[in-house]
Nanobody
């Protein structure tokens, strides 16, 4: 049984940092992504990482501030968030996909498994 469990969310002041973790169990995945959803808004792609970790893509609004990494030995993906802004406030989800080609990685519907989400709140 596949499970994705996020942790690390919380309340932080603007300009601060948080690191989210996503521990996968049940199998390994080539591509794992992070998405977020703010109240009243659609789920938004944040970034994705390939198995070799040399491939990462980010949405423009987080480039230079967020970094995705992974530890394949632990089957865990991380989202390091620096220089946080109030507009980063959202429920953050980890997602994993069975597709092994780099296509539509920004599309939530291309992911097969999702975590329960972890709340990130950035105060101004």
């Amino acid at each position: 049984q596949v499970q994705l469990v996020e942790s690390g969310g919380g309340l932080v002041q603007a300009g601060g940092s948080l690191r989210l973790s996503c521990a996968a169990s049940g199998r390994t995945f080539y591509y794992m992504g992070w998405f977020r959803q703010a109240p009243g808004k659609e789920r938004e792609f944040v970034g994705v990482i390939g198995r070799s970790a040399s491939m990462t893509y980010y949405t423009d609004s987080v480039k230079g501030r967020f970094t995705i990494s992974r530890d394949n030995a632990k089957n865990t993906v991380y989202l390091q968030m620096d220089s946080l802004k109030p507009e980063d406030t959202a429920l953050y989800y980890c997602a994993a996909r069975l597709l092994v080609i780099a296509t539509r990685y920004y599309d939530a519907s291309s992911y097969d498994y999702w975590g329960q989400g972890t709340q990130v709140t950035v105060s101004s």
